[in-house]
């Protein structure tokens, strides 16, 4: 290809798949217990650490990536040739300021290059699936401007319906009061989570148990599927014993076929352990 198609680790696409397609990935920054690390999705288990630690008390944080290590991430691809790097909700960090400062300096260094940015206004399992799409095209030699004009267009179909086990990581996110995670809590409530039409984490609803709310994720898929439906990917911040019945239930009730993995670090930071995900192409996003 006359250029180069690139993500962040922030869509959690799997290590193996980036490998296999030979996809350049930025490595987004999360810090534990003082240290920071590098998300590498999913090929060394960080994700299980930072689960296991958080359950003993630890309270990991994520930031931004500068510019300058965008520099260094797009300045050798731009050498050589063009790119189109898709990228994670502009909603939900201020990151991809510093990625079109990037794209500018760069811009003035190579000025006949293309590079081309796509605000996914989505993020991890959903921006995965959707991702492996752009990539399919990628692949069968679609052009750079076009493939970015057909993931913009059809980027409102990328859905993720979650729910999380502690309420008390989406208060430290500012996403609900310390009131309200106090009462749900004790009351064993399990809110409901969606991707929205903006690119940002909105609260759909709430139910009462972890048995309604693994119900209510499946019949989310069923409302929202469509013929772009071909496959779930069931997310679960290492709970998985909970993500294969989640898995099960959807093909065993809607007949879709479903593949499972764990939340990456980043993201797990902020939703904590236990969370469970639906994520798929389908309907365009109703909130």
Same mark, same amino acid.
């Given at each position: ?7 962040? =680790? ?5 290590? @193996? ?13 999360? /810090? ?13 288990? &960080?994700? +299980? ?5 958080? $359950?003993?008390? =630890?309270?990991? =944080?994520?930031?931004?990536?500068? !510019?300058?290590?965008? %520099?260094?991430?797009?300045?050798? #691809?731009? !050498? ?12 939900? @960090? ?20 293309? *590079? ?42 990328? &859905?993720?319906? *979650? ?8 208060? $430290? ?6 009131? =309200?995670?106090? *009462? ?10 969606? %991707?929205? $039409?903006?690119? !940002? ?8 148990? $972890? ?8 019949? +989310?898929? &069923? ?5 772009? /439906? ?18 099960? /239930?959807?093909?065993? &009730?809607? @007949? #879709? ?31």
């Amino acid at each position: 290809m006359n250029y180069c198609l690139m993500t962040d =680790s922030d869509s959690d696409l799997h290590f @193996s798949y980036a490998k296999e397609h030979n996809i350049p990935v930025v490595r987004m920054p999360y /810090t534990l217990d003082g240290v920071e690390y590098f998300d590498d999705n999913g090929a060394t288990g &960080q994700e +299980k650490v930072l689960f296991e630690r958080m $359950r003993q008390g =630890s309270v990991p =944080s994520t930031s931004l990536l500068s !510019k300058e290590a965008y %520099l260094e991430y797009f300045g050798p #691809i731009l !050498k050589e040739r063009d790119l189109l790097f898709i990228a994670f909700s502009s909603q939900m @960090s201020a990151t991809i300021e510093n990625v079109y400062a990037a794209r500018e300096e760069l811009l003035k260094t190579y000025p006949n290059r293309q *590079f081309e940015v796509v605000d996914t206004l989505a993020i991890s399992g959903p921006m995965a699936i959707y991702f492996e799409q752009i990539c399919e095209r990628y692949e069968q030699g679609m052009g750079l401007r076009e493939l970015a004009k057909w993931a913009r267009d059809n980027r409102m179909r990328t &859905q993720a319906w *979650f729910t999380v086990d502690n309420l008390v990581y989406l208060k $430290r996110g500012g996403r609900i009061s310390s009131t =309200s995670a106090a *009462f749900g809590t004790l009351l064993d409530v399990k809110p409901i989570l969606c %991707l929205s $039409r903006f690119g !940002k984490i909105e609260a759909f609803g709430k139910v009462k148990g $972890r048995k309604k709310a693994i119900r209510t994720l499946v019949e +989310k898929v &069923q409302e929202n599927r469509d013929d772009w /439906t071909k496959e779930v990917l069931v997310l679960h911040a290492d709970d998985e014993e909970r993500g294969n019945l989640l898995a099960k /239930t959807i093909e065993e &009730q809607l @007949s #879709i076929k479903t593949r499972i993995q764990m939340v990456g670090p980043v993201i797990g930071a902020h939703c904590g352990p236990g969370t469970l995900a639906v994520c798929f192409l389908g309907k365009e996003r109703p909130v």
